[in-house]
């Protein structure tokens, strides 16, 4: 992740985390004391693909305070940073302040799409079996292609399935990579398994309720989609910082 000399306050009073809201195109967001609001705007360009000049001009910001349940699906940066509060603060120990970590500032070494298929409750993710560990089917974007058409085709190369994108629902920074994550309406069945480019891995249907206790990579992205499942999805994209390492410890921030 990317640090500076700045530390990010974490002020929390009455159960809420006192924050500064902002705008930019994609709708609100929220940044943490310290951190200033137009280079969280800075951010969004690197994320969106927006200019610096449009997003600058469309910010305006206001302080506000989000209770847990909130701000565990609110778009707070610096994302980095956010990860460290969220972390603490679920866990019953949020910390009085937190290095400013901004991954999303940096340009990304690979870009990633996710397809994220769900069949009558059931995800499908490729299953590591060497490793124990599963992950949701994609692949690095090529170049001149956009991560909706990546998502696509990983879907297309990983399981023989033919899809159609809904929406984006999340971006994850992680080990210096941005990854863009899809709904997807698919078709078809699971081709056979020397037919498929899954680097070892086999897909497999897996319940979504589910998902907050088994190992998938990314692991914060992992149960906010049985969240999302059963509450409905987010109007914009999700931003995470995801530093676990651990897929089979517990998490729920």
Not at 219 to 230: F, S
Request: negative net charge.
């Amino acid at each position: 992740m990317d640090s500076d000399p700045r530390a990010v306050r974490v002020r929390i009073e009455a159960d809420a985390l006192h924050l500064t809201r902002a705008q930019d195109a994609e709708g609100a967001y929220y940044v943490l004391p310290g951190a200033d609001a137009a280079d969280a705007a800075d951010v969004a360009d690197v994320a969106a693909g927006t200019t610096t000049a449009s997003a600058n001009a469309n910010a305006t910001a206001n302080a506000t305070a989000l209770p847990l349940a909130e701000a565990l699906h609110a778009r707070i940066r610096p994302v980095g940073s956010a990860e460290a509060v969220l972390r603490g603060w679920a866990r019953g120990a949020p910390p009085p302040c937190v290095a400013f970590e901004d991954p999303a500032a940096l340009a990304p070494v690979r870009v990633r799409a996710g397809a994220i298929v769900i069949r009558d409750g059931r995800i499908l993710l490729i299953h590591f079996t060497d490793e124990a560990y599963y992950e949701i089917p994609g692949g690095g974007v090529e170049p001149g292609e956009s991560p909706r058409a990546a998502a696509v085709r990983e879907l297309r190369e990983e399981s023989a399935l033919a899809g159609a994108v809904v929406a984006e629902v999340a971006r994850v920074w992680k080990e210096g990579r941005r990854e863009h994550y899809f709904t997807l309406d698919a078709e078809g069945e699971i081709g056979p398994p020397e037919t498929l480019d899954t680097y070892g891995g086999i897909p497999v249907w897996v319940p979504v309720a589910e998902l907050p206790r088994t190992p998938v990579w990314p692991r914060r992205l992992a149960w906010r989609i049985a969240h999302w499942h059963r509450t409905g999805w987010p109007a914009r994209p999700a931003e995470l910082a995801d530093s676990v390492e651990d897929l089979t410890a517990p998490c729920d921030w």
